[in-house]
Nanobody
Framework: QVQLVESGGGLVQPGGSLRLSCAGS????????MGWYRQAPGKQRELVAT???????NYADSVKGRFTISRDNAKNTVSLQMNSLKLEDTAVYYC?????????WGQGTQVTVSS
């Protein structure tokens, strides 16, 4: 069974930091594009940061300079270090993997930024 399992969400104050992790199982994701997306209440899911098949990371403009994505192909994991969090970063964060017409999603982890 192929799975992506996220962890590391939670409640943090503005300016704080969180680290999200995503562990893949059931398939070798090393040649897949992997990344993080988020969906805030009432909004569409949007890209946060991704690695496209071994290339350099891509970031949404809203998180550049604050978030850093990393991956460990040997462990089938992708992580997102989030610093200087803002209220508008509040969302459910999803890990996603894609290769051609195939894609997988994790169940999501809630990140709430609140004072």
């Amino acid at each position: 069974q192929v799975q992506l399992v996220e962890s590391g969400g939670g409640l943090v104050q503005p300016g704080g930091s969180l680290r999200l992790s995503c562990a893949g199982s059931g398939r070798d994701f090393s040649v897949w594009s992997m990344g993080w997306y988020r969906q805030a209440p009432g909004k569409q899911r949007e890209l946060v940061a991704t690695f496209v098949r071994g290339g350099s990371p891509n970031y949404a403009d809203s998180v550049k300079g604050r978030f850093t994505i990393s991956r460990d192909n040997a462990k089938n994991t992708v992580s997102l270090q989030m610093n200087s969090l803002k209220l508008e970063d509040t969302a459910v964060y999803y890990c996603g993997a894609a290769l051609g017409f195939m894609s997988y999603w994790g169940q999501g982890t809630q990140v709430t930024v609140s004072s």
